[in-house]
């Protein structure tokens, strides 16, 4: 009985999380939450949208509203590694090397434009999303916990771009898309002349500690093992399907248990059902497969993953 008051009071303080987002995030209240989700779940979130939907705003605001650190990285076709991960400096008084931290030291990371830098500069973040820690020089160092990156591309420009490498978007837990304001939703956004900067009125609720305890509390939610053969049977029908020429990763399936686990705990169940496997299914599946090229086309391929996903979420088999 003691961990249950601390327990509601953390389901509380996400929910104020997520109202405070809501402020600045307006009509968009499955993508607060979808992100909250990846947030609880150990997770990175890759926001892919046109331009002036509000990507770096969510960032900004989910930053906000915990006490943590933020750091926004510009993403450049001149980016070094070095630029992310951080550099070793000879200092002339001590004579010896001190390492200079770089913007990938921080707890929440916004990667703006990911697809506008090179793969080689890509490739830097992966071992800091992967294992939360980095190696410079021979060297290694932990990142601050918790740590989340949240990257955007525009999906519809493609000059000047590097497409993101399926290894590196396996390290994304969801894909989410912003899409456009409902005509009211917009209309209040006018009305009330809401800009960017709005993100950064928002007060913390909640603090980088106990963001960790949530994440702890996330691992404890239960999973039967009828739910895990569902989760495989999903996970099966995409290496199968004649539509896809990729399907699911190991690393996929994690990441499906995971966020499953954080949006039960999020609406404050310590037990997963189906639905919570359907409704994020898509987020986390569609951009880690590659579409059959005789059934794709190249102006229209998150569209197609996620019809695929949909359609096999259909034909496999709900447990009761």
Not at 25 to 44: D, M, N, Q, T, W
């Amino acid at each position: 009985m003691e961990s249950a008051a601390p327990a509601r009071e953390l389901e509380r303080q996400i929910r104020a999380l997520q109202a405070s987002v809501e402020r600045v995030i307006k009509g968009k209240p499955e993508v607060v939450e979808l992100a909250i989700v990846a947030l609880l779940a150990r997770g990175h979130v890759l926001i892919e949208d046109v331009p002036g939907v509000g990507k770096t705003t969510l960032a900004h605001a989910l930053a906000r509203s915990f006490d943590c650190t933020f750091q926004r990285i510009q993403f450049t076709s001149d980016l070094l590694p070095s630029d992310l991960t951080g550099v070793s400096i000879f200092n002339q008084l001590e004579h010896q090397f001190e390492f200079r931290k770089g913007p990938l030291f921080a707890n929440v990371v916004l990667a703006d434009e990911i697809n506008r830098t090179t793969p080689k500069t890509q490739s830097a973040l992966l071992e800091a999303m992967s294992e939360g820690k980095v190696t410079v020089e021979g060297e290694t160092y932990n990142l601050p916990q918790p740590f989340v990156v949240i990257a955007t591309q525009n999906p519809i420009e493609h000059h000047g771009t590097y497409p993101l490498p399926e290894s590196q978007l396996d390290r994304f837990v969801m894909r989410l898309q912003m899409g456009y304001p409902a005509k009211e939703d917009e209309k209040q956004i006018l009305r009330s002349q809401i800009s960017y900067d709005t993100a950064e009125q928002l007060l913390p609720v909640m603090s980088a500690q106990e963001v960790m305890e949530a994440q702890k509390r996330v691992q404890e939610v239960e999973v039967e093992d009828i739910l895990l053969e569902y989760l495989m049977a999903l996970v099966q029908a995409t290496r199968q399907s004649e539509f896809l020429a990729l399907g699911i990763s190991p690393r996929g399936a994690m990441a499906l248990y995971r966020a499953a686990q954080a949006k039960a705990f999020l609406e404050g169940r310590n037990y997963c059902i189906p639905d919570d496997l359907k409704q994020l299914a898509i987020p986390v599946f569609s951009h880690r497969v590659i579409v059959s090229p005789k059934y794709s086309s190249p102006l229209q391929k998150s569209e197609e993953a996620e019809a695929i996903i949909r359609g096999l979420i259909e034909e496999v088999e709900v447990p009761l």
